[in-house]
Protein backbone atom coordinates (compact mmCIF):
# COMPACT_ATOMS: atom_id res chain seq x y z
CA UNK A 1 0.00 0.00 0.00
CA UNK A 2 2.74 2.49 0.67
CA UNK A 3 4.39 1.16 -2.11
CA UNK A 4 1.10 2.36 -4.27
CA UNK A 5 1.30 5.57 -2.89
CA UNK A 6 4.57 6.56 -3.43
CA UNK A 7 4.24 5.62 -6.89
CA UNK A 8 1.00 7.54 -7.63
CA UNK A 9 2.72 10.55 -5.63
CA UNK A 10 5.79 10.00 -7.70
CA UNK A 11 4.04 10.16 -10.91
CA UNK A 12 1.21 12.07 -10.22
CA UNK A 13 1.12 14.16 -13.02
CA UNK A 14 2.12 11.32 -15.49
CA UNK A 15 -1.17 9.91 -14.42
CA UNK A 16 -2.60 12.83 -14.88
CA UNK A 17 -1.50 13.09 -18.06
CA UNK A 18 -2.62 9.55 -19.17
CA UNK A 19 -6.19 10.06 -18.03
CA UNK A 20 -6.47 12.99 -19.97
CA UNK A 21 -5.03 12.25 -23.22
CA UNK A 22 -7.56 8.54 -23.06
CA UNK A 23 -10.30 11.02 -22.48
CA UNK A 24 -9.14 12.51 -25.90
CA UNK A 25 -8.64 9.41 -27.59
CA UNK A 26 -11.95 8.28 -26.64
CA UNK A 27 -13.25 11.51 -27.83
CA UNK A 28 -11.69 11.18 -31.31
CA UNK A 29 -12.78 7.53 -32.33
CA UNK A 30 -16.31 8.26 -30.81
CA UNK A 31 -16.31 11.51 -33.19
CA UNK A 32 -14.98 8.88 -36.36
CA UNK A 33 -18.49 6.84 -35.87
CA UNK A 34 -21.94 7.58 -37.26
CA UNK A 35 -23.53 9.66 -34.97
CA UNK A 36 -22.07 8.35 -31.52
CA UNK A 37 -20.08 12.10 -30.65
CA UNK A 38 -22.80 13.19 -28.59
CA UNK A 39 -20.32 15.77 -26.57
CA UNK A 40 -18.08 17.63 -28.82
CA UNK A 41 -19.35 18.89 -31.87
CA UNK A 42 -20.49 22.46 -33.45
CA UNK A 43 -24.45 21.93 -33.23
CA UNK A 44 -24.55 22.65 -29.20
CA UNK A 45 -25.87 25.53 -28.31
CA UNK A 46 -22.63 27.71 -27.51
CA UNK A 47 -20.91 26.82 -30.45
CA UNK A 48 -23.76 27.26 -32.85
CA UNK A 49 -25.09 30.26 -31.10
CA UNK A 50 -21.27 32.03 -31.69
CA UNK A 51 -21.31 31.02 -35.55
CA UNK A 52 -24.61 32.18 -35.87
CA UNK A 53 -23.61 35.41 -34.54
CA UNK A 54 -19.96 35.85 -36.45
CA UNK A 55 -22.05 34.31 -39.86
CA UNK A 56 -24.72 37.21 -39.40
CA UNK A 57 -21.70 39.77 -41.25
CA UNK A 58 -20.77 37.56 -43.63
CA UNK A 59 -24.24 36.95 -44.63
CA UNK A 60 -24.52 40.80 -45.16
CA UNK A 61 -21.41 41.05 -47.36
CA UNK A 62 -23.08 37.87 -49.61
CA UNK A 63 -26.65 38.90 -49.93
CA UNK A 64 -25.71 39.99 -53.27
CA UNK A 65 -24.76 36.99 -54.67
CA UNK A 66 -26.94 34.95 -52.43
CA UNK A 67 -29.99 36.78 -54.21
CA UNK A 68 -28.98 36.23 -57.80
CA UNK A 69 -28.61 32.72 -57.09
CA UNK A 70 -31.51 32.01 -55.37
CA UNK A 71 -33.35 33.59 -58.53
CA UNK A 72 -31.49 31.35 -60.97
CA UNK A 73 -32.87 28.34 -59.15
CA UNK A 74 -36.08 30.04 -58.86
CA UNK A 75 -36.45 30.35 -62.85
CA UNK A 76 -35.40 26.82 -63.53
CA UNK A 77 -38.28 25.61 -60.71
CA UNK A 78 -40.71 28.04 -62.41
CA UNK A 79 -39.78 26.00 -66.01
CA UNK A 80 -40.32 23.09 -64.60
CA UNK A 81 -43.58 23.95 -63.15
CA UNK A 82 -44.84 25.18 -66.33
CA UNK A 83 -44.16 22.19 -68.42
CA UNK A 84 -45.63 20.36 -65.65
CA UNK A 85 -48.61 22.50 -65.73
CA UNK A 86 -48.66 21.81 -69.49
CA UNK A 87 -48.23 17.92 -69.44
CA UNK A 88 -50.99 18.04 -66.38
CA UNK A 89 -53.22 19.70 -69.40
CA UNK A 90 -52.45 16.87 -71.76
CA UNK A 91 -53.88 14.12 -69.95
CA UNK A 92 -57.52 13.89 -70.05
CA UNK A 93 -58.28 10.35 -69.68
CA UNK A 94 -57.24 10.78 -65.79
CA UNK A 95 -60.79 10.76 -63.81
CA UNK A 96 -58.74 11.45 -60.66
CA UNK A 97 -55.63 12.85 -59.63
CA UNK A 98 -54.19 12.15 -55.82
CA UNK A 99 -52.74 15.51 -54.63
CA UNK A 100 -52.53 14.56 -51.20
CA UNK A 101 -49.86 12.54 -51.41
CA UNK A 102 -46.23 14.03 -51.08
CA UNK A 103 -43.27 12.10 -50.75
CA UNK A 104 -41.12 14.83 -49.80
CA UNK A 105 -40.87 18.32 -48.65
CA UNK A 106 -37.62 20.63 -48.20
CA UNK A 107 -36.74 22.70 -45.39
CA UNK A 108 -34.77 25.65 -46.02
CA UNK A 109 -31.36 26.85 -43.76
CA UNK A 110 -28.55 28.14 -43.82
CA UNK A 111 -24.55 26.95 -43.09
CA UNK A 112 -22.83 28.32 -39.98
CA UNK A 113 -19.60 26.80 -40.06
CA UNK A 114 -18.33 24.98 -43.46
CA UNK A 115 -15.39 22.85 -43.49
CA UNK A 116 -12.77 21.47 -45.91
CA UNK A 117 -9.64 21.15 -45.07
CA UNK A 118 -10.10 17.93 -42.76
CA UNK A 119 -10.40 14.54 -43.62
CA UNK A 120 -13.17 14.35 -42.25
CA UNK A 121 -15.46 17.46 -42.49
CA UNK A 122 -18.67 18.44 -40.77
CA UNK A 123 -20.63 21.00 -41.31
CA UNK A 124 -23.20 22.92 -38.63
CA UNK A 125 -26.23 24.06 -39.99
CA UNK A 126 -29.00 26.08 -38.21
CA UNK A 127 -31.84 23.73 -38.67
CA UNK A 128 -32.57 21.80 -35.20
CA UNK A 129 -35.21 19.56 -33.94
CA UNK A 130 -37.25 22.80 -33.55
CA UNK A 131 -37.49 22.46 -37.30
CA UNK A 132 -38.30 18.43 -37.32
CA UNK A 133 -34.83 18.08 -38.42
CA UNK A 134 -33.44 14.61 -37.37
CA UNK A 135 -30.47 12.46 -37.85
CA UNK A 136 -29.79 10.46 -41.03
CA UNK A 137 -31.39 13.34 -43.46
CA UNK A 138 -29.97 14.47 -46.85
CA UNK A 139 -29.16 17.91 -47.08
CA UNK A 140 -28.38 19.04 -50.74
CA UNK A 141 -28.37 22.45 -52.01
CA UNK A 142 -29.06 23.76 -55.14
CA UNK A 143 -26.46 22.62 -57.21
CA UNK A 144 -26.56 18.97 -55.31
CA UNK A 145 -25.60 17.27 -52.77
CA UNK A 146 -24.19 18.46 -49.47
CA UNK A 147 -24.70 15.50 -46.84
CA UNK A 148 -26.40 13.82 -44.33
CA UNK A 149 -27.54 14.99 -40.79
CA UNK A 150 -25.83 13.21 -38.35
CA UNK A 151 -26.26 14.47 -34.65
CA UNK A 152 -28.77 17.06 -33.98
CA UNK A 153 -29.47 19.31 -31.36
CA UNK A 154 -32.59 21.74 -30.25
CA UNK A 155 -31.20 24.71 -32.67
CA UNK A 156 -28.63 23.59 -34.71
CA UNK A 157 -27.07 19.90 -36.78
CA UNK A 158 -23.89 18.14 -37.56
CA UNK A 159 -23.80 17.54 -41.16
CA UNK A 160 -21.47 14.87 -42.25
CA UNK A 161 -19.97 16.47 -45.31
CA UNK A 162 -19.80 14.02 -48.52
CA UNK A 163 -16.05 15.58 -48.07
CA UNK A 164 -15.87 12.97 -44.98
CA UNK A 165 -13.76 9.96 -45.76
CA UNK A 166 -16.72 8.20 -44.04
CA UNK A 167 -19.04 8.92 -45.86
CA UNK A 168 -20.84 6.71 -48.43
CA UNK A 169 -23.81 7.66 -50.76
CA UNK A 170 -25.35 5.30 -52.89
CA UNK A 171 -24.59 7.21 -56.38
CA UNK A 172 -25.84 6.13 -60.26
CA UNK A 173 -24.68 7.10 -63.62
CA UNK A 174 -27.55 9.56 -65.19
CA UNK A 175 -27.83 7.35 -68.78
CA UNK A 176 -27.77 4.04 -67.29
CA UNK A 177 -28.88 2.11 -63.87
CA UNK A 178 -25.41 0.96 -62.78
CA UNK A 179 -25.20 2.31 -59.40
CA UNK A 180 -21.66 2.23 -57.19
CA UNK A 181 -20.56 3.54 -53.69
CA UNK A 182 -19.89 7.70 -53.41
CA UNK A 183 -16.69 8.07 -51.57
CA UNK A 184 -13.86 10.72 -51.04
CA UNK A 185 -10.32 9.67 -50.81
CA UNK A 186 -9.08 12.96 -49.16
CA UNK A 187 -7.34 14.78 -51.52
CA UNK A 188 -8.88 17.55 -53.29
CA UNK A 189 -12.42 19.13 -51.76
CA UNK A 190 -13.99 19.41 -55.55
CA UNK A 191 -13.26 15.63 -56.49
CA UNK A 192 -15.16 12.39 -54.86
CA UNK A 193 -14.90 8.81 -56.32
CA UNK A 194 -17.40 6.41 -57.27
CA UNK A 195 -16.60 3.12 -56.55
CA UNK A 196 -18.02 -0.18 -57.19
CA UNK A 197 -19.79 0.23 -60.58
CA UNK A 198 -20.48 -2.93 -62.52
CA UNK A 199 -17.42 -3.64 -65.14
CA UNK A 200 -19.74 -4.29 -67.91
CA UNK A 201 -21.20 -0.26 -67.17
CA UNK A 202 -20.02 1.64 -70.17
CA UNK A 203 -18.51 5.31 -68.58
CA UNK A 204 -16.99 8.33 -70.28
CA UNK A 205 -15.52 11.47 -69.23
CA UNK A 206 -18.23 13.94 -68.91
CA UNK A 207 -21.03 11.55 -67.95
CA UNK A 208 -23.49 12.91 -65.03
CA UNK A 209 -23.40 11.16 -61.86
CA UNK A 210 -26.59 11.44 -59.56
CA UNK A 211 -27.92 10.12 -56.60
CA UNK A 212 -29.36 6.44 -56.65
CA UNK A 213 -32.13 6.55 -54.40
CA UNK A 214 -31.48 2.90 -53.01
CA UNK A 215 -30.86 4.37 -49.94
CA UNK A 216 -33.58 5.56 -47.84
CA UNK A 217 -31.88 9.10 -47.48
CA UNK A 218 -31.31 10.53 -50.85
CA UNK A 219 -34.15 10.88 -52.97
CA UNK A 220 -33.08 9.67 -56.73
CA UNK A 221 -31.69 12.02 -58.91
CA UNK A 222 -30.00 14.73 -56.85
CA UNK A 223 -27.49 15.96 -59.14
CA UNK A 224 -23.78 14.87 -58.20
CA UNK A 225 -20.79 16.08 -60.79
CA UNK A 226 -19.45 14.73 -64.13
CA UNK A 227 -16.72 11.88 -64.38
CA UNK A 228 -13.27 13.71 -64.83
CA UNK A 229 -11.17 10.32 -65.84
CA UNK A 230 -11.11 6.66 -64.81
CA UNK A 231 -8.05 5.37 -62.98
CA UNK A 232 -6.47 2.65 -64.92
CA UNK A 233 -6.34 -0.91 -63.05
CA UNK A 234 -7.94 -3.71 -62.19
CA UNK A 235 -12.01 -3.31 -63.33
CA UNK A 236 -13.19 -4.43 -59.82
CA UNK A 237 -11.38 -1.94 -58.01
CA UNK A 238 -11.79 0.65 -60.97
CA UNK A 239 -12.12 4.38 -59.41
CA UNK A 240 -13.83 6.85 -60.96
CA UNK A 241 -12.99 10.79 -60.46
CA UNK A 242 -15.90 12.92 -60.46
CA UNK A 243 -15.93 16.86 -60.23
CA UNK A 244 -18.42 17.65 -58.24
CA UNK A 245 -20.76 19.89 -59.76
CA UNK A 246 -21.20 22.03 -56.20
CA UNK A 247 -18.04 23.98 -55.17
CA UNK A 248 -17.88 23.11 -51.45
CA UNK A 249 -15.98 25.49 -50.42
CA UNK A 250 -18.51 28.31 -51.12
CA UNK A 251 -22.04 27.20 -49.35
CA UNK A 252 -24.57 29.09 -48.21
CA UNK A 253 -28.06 27.96 -48.54
CA UNK A 254 -29.07 24.57 -48.18
CA UNK A 255 -32.01 22.35 -48.23
CA UNK A 256 -33.14 19.41 -46.20
CA UNK A 257 -35.20 16.74 -47.31
CA UNK A 258 -37.94 15.19 -44.85
CA UNK A 259 -38.81 11.79 -46.28
CA UNK A 260 -42.23 10.72 -45.09
CA UNK A 261 -41.70 7.26 -46.31
CA UNK A 262 -38.82 6.77 -44.36
CA UNK A 263 -40.06 5.01 -41.31
CA UNK A 264 -41.91 2.70 -43.81
CA UNK A 265 -39.17 1.55 -45.94
CA UNK A 266 -36.64 1.05 -42.38
CA UNK A 267 -39.37 -0.95 -41.14
CA UNK A 268 -39.32 -2.74 -44.39
CA UNK A 269 -36.03 -3.20 -44.47
CA UNK A 270 -35.59 -4.35 -41.01
CA UNK A 271 -38.47 -7.16 -41.27
CA UNK A 272 -36.52 -8.07 -43.99
CA UNK A 273 -33.07 -8.69 -42.22
CA UNK A 274 -34.57 -10.81 -39.60
CA UNK B 1 3.19 37.94 -15.43
CA UNK B 2 0.03 39.15 -15.45
CA UNK B 3 -2.69 36.46 -14.87
CA UNK B 4 -5.34 38.66 -16.01
CA UNK B 5 -3.30 39.19 -19.44
CA UNK B 6 -2.91 35.28 -20.13
CA UNK B 7 -6.30 34.78 -19.81
CA UNK B 8 -6.79 38.09 -22.06
CA UNK B 9 -4.43 36.54 -25.21
CA UNK B 10 -5.53 33.31 -24.41
CA UNK B 11 -9.25 33.88 -25.54
CA UNK B 12 -8.08 36.09 -28.45
CA UNK B 13 -5.59 33.61 -29.45
CA UNK B 14 -8.78 31.20 -29.40
CA UNK B 15 -11.22 33.63 -31.52
CA UNK B 16 -8.57 34.50 -33.31
CA UNK B 17 -7.75 30.52 -34.35
CA UNK B 18 -11.86 29.53 -34.60
CA UNK B 19 -12.64 32.96 -36.68
CA UNK B 20 -9.71 33.41 -38.99
CA UNK B 21 -7.44 30.89 -39.16
CA UNK B 22 -9.08 27.92 -39.29
CA UNK B 23 -10.51 29.68 -42.31
CA UNK B 24 -7.32 30.29 -44.45
CA UNK B 25 -6.97 26.69 -45.90
CA UNK B 26 -4.28 27.65 -47.65
CA UNK B 27 -4.19 25.11 -50.91
CA UNK B 28 -6.86 23.66 -48.87
CA UNK B 29 -5.25 21.65 -46.57
CA UNK B 30 -2.78 24.38 -45.13
CA UNK B 31 -3.57 25.94 -41.78
CA UNK B 32 -1.32 27.44 -39.07
CA UNK B 33 -2.31 26.83 -36.01
CA UNK B 34 -1.10 29.78 -34.02
CA UNK B 35 -3.12 28.88 -30.56
CA UNK B 36 0.11 26.58 -29.60
CA UNK B 37 1.07 30.31 -28.56
CA UNK B 38 -1.07 29.21 -25.02
CA UNK B 39 1.75 26.62 -24.37
CA UNK B 40 4.28 29.28 -24.51
CA UNK B 41 2.63 32.25 -22.61
CA UNK B 42 1.72 30.10 -19.44
CA UNK B 43 4.08 30.96 -16.72
CA UNK B 44 5.75 27.84 -15.29
CA UNK B 45 4.73 26.55 -12.02
CA UNK B 46 5.68 23.59 -9.46
CA UNK B 47 2.24 22.49 -9.56
CA UNK B 48 1.43 20.84 -13.01
CA UNK B 49 -2.21 19.93 -12.35
CA UNK B 50 -3.65 23.39 -13.45
CA UNK B 51 -1.59 23.71 -16.46
CA UNK B 52 -2.62 20.27 -17.71
CA UNK B 53 -6.13 20.47 -17.08
CA UNK B 54 -6.01 24.11 -18.93
CA UNK B 55 -4.99 23.18 -21.79
CA UNK B 56 -6.96 20.07 -21.93
CA UNK B 57 -10.00 22.30 -21.91
CA UNK B 58 -8.13 24.78 -24.28
CA UNK B 59 -7.99 22.14 -26.82
CA UNK B 60 -11.21 20.90 -25.67
CA UNK B 61 -13.04 23.92 -26.96
CA UNK B 62 -11.13 24.11 -30.15
CA UNK B 63 -12.79 21.03 -30.78
CA UNK B 64 -15.98 21.90 -30.67
CA UNK B 65 -15.70 24.48 -32.89
CA UNK B 66 -13.90 22.65 -35.24
CA UNK B 67 -16.10 19.32 -34.90
CA UNK B 68 -12.63 17.10 -34.32
CA UNK B 69 -13.29 14.66 -31.77
CA UNK B 70 -10.29 15.84 -29.57
CA UNK B 71 -6.84 15.95 -31.91
CA UNK B 72 -6.43 19.40 -30.34
CA UNK B 73 -7.16 18.63 -26.94
CA UNK B 74 -4.63 15.25 -26.95
CA UNK B 75 -1.99 17.07 -29.26
CA UNK B 76 -1.90 20.34 -27.02
CA UNK B 77 -2.30 17.78 -23.96
CA UNK B 78 1.11 16.19 -25.32
CA UNK B 79 3.05 19.42 -25.86
CA UNK B 80 2.39 20.32 -22.64
CA UNK B 81 3.09 17.73 -20.53
CA UNK B 82 6.93 17.87 -22.43
CA UNK B 83 7.48 21.09 -22.35
CA UNK B 84 9.54 21.24 -19.02
CA UNK B 85 11.86 18.12 -20.62
CA UNK B 86 12.59 20.60 -23.66
CA UNK B 87 12.95 23.12 -20.93
CA UNK B 88 15.59 21.58 -19.23
CA UNK B 89 17.42 20.85 -22.32
CA UNK B 90 17.54 23.36 -24.30
CA UNK B 91 18.23 26.42 -21.54
CA UNK B 92 19.52 24.09 -18.79
CA UNK B 93 17.02 25.71 -16.31
CA UNK B 94 16.24 23.78 -12.95
CA UNK B 95 13.39 23.83 -10.43
CA UNK B 96 14.26 26.96 -8.43
CA UNK B 97 14.58 29.14 -12.13
CA UNK B 98 10.61 28.64 -13.01
CA UNK B 99 9.65 31.76 -11.32
CA UNK B 100 12.20 34.03 -13.20
CA UNK B 101 11.68 31.59 -16.49
CA UNK B 102 10.80 33.95 -19.42
CA UNK B 103 11.20 33.76 -23.21
CA UNK B 104 11.93 36.85 -23.86
CA UNK B 105 14.72 37.51 -21.81
CA UNK B 106 16.26 34.48 -22.62
CA UNK B 107 18.88 33.96 -26.16
CA UNK B 108 16.65 34.16 -29.84
CA UNK B 109 18.78 31.08 -30.84
CA UNK B 110 17.67 28.74 -27.76
CA UNK B 111 14.05 30.35 -27.90
CA UNK B 112 13.83 29.26 -31.36
CA UNK B 113 14.91 25.98 -31.30
CA UNK B 114 12.46 25.58 -28.04
CA UNK B 115 9.66 26.86 -30.06
CA UNK B 116 10.57 25.21 -33.13
CA UNK B 117 10.37 21.62 -31.84
CA UNK B 118 7.22 21.84 -29.90
CA UNK B 119 5.54 23.40 -32.91
CA UNK B 120 6.62 20.44 -35.19
CA UNK B 121 5.49 17.81 -32.54
CA UNK B 122 2.54 19.38 -31.60
CA UNK B 123 1.89 19.83 -36.02
CA UNK B 124 2.87 16.37 -36.94
CA UNK B 125 0.75 14.50 -33.81
CA UNK B 126 -2.68 16.98 -35.29
CA UNK B 127 -2.35 15.86 -38.79
CA UNK B 128 -1.97 12.50 -38.28
CA UNK B 129 -4.83 12.29 -35.72
CA UNK B 130 -6.60 14.58 -38.75
CA UNK B 131 -5.49 12.05 -41.52
CA UNK B 132 -6.32 8.73 -39.42
CA UNK B 133 -4.92 5.96 -41.14
CA UNK B 134 -1.44 4.73 -41.90
CA UNK B 135 -1.79 5.84 -45.38
CA UNK B 136 -0.78 8.80 -46.97
CA UNK B 137 2.35 9.68 -44.61
CA UNK B 138 4.00 11.65 -47.53
CA UNK B 139 1.10 14.63 -47.45
CA UNK B 140 0.80 14.03 -43.45
CA UNK B 141 4.66 14.70 -43.26
CA UNK B 142 4.25 17.93 -46.16
CA UNK B 143 1.14 19.40 -43.84
CA UNK B 144 3.10 19.55 -40.60
CA UNK B 145 5.77 21.44 -42.39
CA UNK B 146 4.34 23.88 -44.30
CA UNK B 147 1.95 24.26 -41.55
CA UNK B 148 4.47 24.63 -38.77
CA UNK B 149 6.40 26.99 -41.29
CA UNK B 150 3.06 29.25 -41.22
CA UNK B 151 2.64 29.10 -37.37
CA UNK B 152 6.51 29.69 -37.13
CA UNK B 153 6.21 32.50 -39.27
CA UNK B 154 2.99 33.97 -37.55
CA UNK B 155 4.70 33.42 -34.41
CA UNK B 156 7.62 35.70 -34.86
CA UNK B 157 6.71 38.34 -36.00
CA UNK B 158 3.25 38.65 -33.53
CA UNK B 159 6.16 38.48 -30.84
CA UNK B 160 8.39 40.35 -32.10
CA UNK B 161 5.86 43.24 -32.74
CA UNK B 162 3.96 42.97 -29.53
CA UNK B 163 7.26 42.28 -27.59
CA UNK B 164 6.52 44.35 -24.87
CA UNK B 165 3.02 43.47 -24.36
CA UNK B 166 2.71 39.94 -24.62
CA UNK B 167 5.80 39.11 -22.08
Do not use: C
Request: no cysteine.
Amino acid sequence: MQQLIYFIRKYRYFLFFLLLEFIAINLIINNHSFHKSKFVNSANYITGDFYNKTNSIKNYLNLNKENVELLNENIIIKNENEKLIEILNTVTKVKFIDTSKQRRSYINGKIEKNQYSSNFNFLTINLGLNDSVFSEMAVINSKGIVGITEFVSIKYSRVQSILNKNSKINAKLKNSNHFGSLTWNGFSYNTVQLLDIPRQAIIKTGDTVITGGMSSIFPEGVPVGTVINIEKGSSIKRIINIKLFNDMSNLRNVYVIKDFDKKEIRDLEKFNNE
Amino acid sequence: MNKLRIFFWSILLLLLQILVLNNINFSHTINPYLYITFIFIFPLKKNRFIFLFFTFVYGLILDFFSDTGGIHAFSLLFVAYIRLFFIKLFFKKGNIDYLLFNLNSEAFGQVFNYILTLTLIHHFILISLDNFSFHNMEIVLLNTLYSSTFTLVLYFLGSYILRKKIT
